[in-house]
């Protein structure tokens, strides 16, 4: 009896570090997966059909899922508050006619840019979690700087779904 109880306590405590290392997978999962999302409007959008007749400067989005506003809202929905969201469509990287979504020409985009080349390195944590809320912490390291930065991302369980109310867009 002894002897199984120490080998099951050992094999917990190998088990330990697969369980926090399959934790920051769903932490840097859940935190990438917005950014990119959050990406379109800032610094990479979605491709638009030139060819295509411009509304005020935009064009049909070409992507096959995200080319009705109501597919994008509900991208938006699936991740960030209401505020963020906000605060995303003041870009004005899109716009929403008829039920369609235009965006901008790349090279009329005053966002359009690659993801910040002073990035080096990038982790995600879990770093802390309640019934209703989580936080992650993104730790940064930049090319120009000699230390990380750190940046708390908070998430919360509005509606039956975990969504971001702070979330400082780092690429």
């Known amino acids: 009896m002894k002897k199984l109880v120490s080998l099951l306590l050992s094999l917990a405590l190998l088990a330990v570090p697969a369980l926090a290392e399959a934790d920051n997978d769903d932490a840097r999962r859940a935190v990438f997966d917005a950014m990119e999302v959050y990406a379109w409007f800032v610094i990479s959008p979605l491709d638009v059909d030139l060819n295509a007749p411009a509304q005020e400067g935009f064009y049909p989005v070409l992507d096959e899922v995200l080319g009705s506003a109501d597919a994008m809202q509900e991208r938006l929905d699936a991740y960030f ?91």
Do not use: C, K, M
Not at 90 to 109: I, K
Not at 121 to 143: F, H, M, N, Q
């Open 81 to 171: 508050s209401q505020d963020i969201q906000q605060a995303l469509w003041a870009w004005d990287a899109y716009r929403n006619w008829d039920g369609w979504l235009f965006g901008r020409a790349p090279e009329a985009s005053p966002l359009a840019r690659p993801i910040d080349p002073d990035i080096a390195d990038v982790s995600i944590a879990l770093t802390g979690e309640t019934d209703a809320r989580r936080e992650y912490t993104a730790t940064v390291w930049l090319l120009s700087l000699d230390e990380p930065i750190q940046l708390t991302f908070v998430s919360e369980l509005t509606d039956g779904r975990w969504i971001f109310t702070q979330f400082p867009f780092f690429w």
